[in-house]
């Protein structure tokens, strides 16, 4: 939804959020794009990270665990 309004109504959207899932989605919607989808990520060290989420996603730690216990939970249900 925001990224529908954000591109009819020409603006740009900040968000924050901790989320794999939410960050996942944006750079789904990032690969549909042709402008940038910037995404600043911080580290432990309290580095920020700038990338366009074109380009893959973030080196972060947060997501790091995400997607481990994503995956341990999918081994254990299967």
Known sequence: MLDKISEEMGI???ISSHS???IKKLFL?????????TCISFGKDRRAQVCDL????PENSII???IRLYEQEIEEVL
């Open 29 to 37: 919607i990032a690969l549909k794009r042709t402008n940038y989808v």
């Open 64 to 66: 790091d665990t995400s």
């Open 12 to 14: 740009q959207i900040f």
């Open 20 to 22: 794999y899932f939410v």
């Open 54 to 57: 074109h380009d893959g996603m």
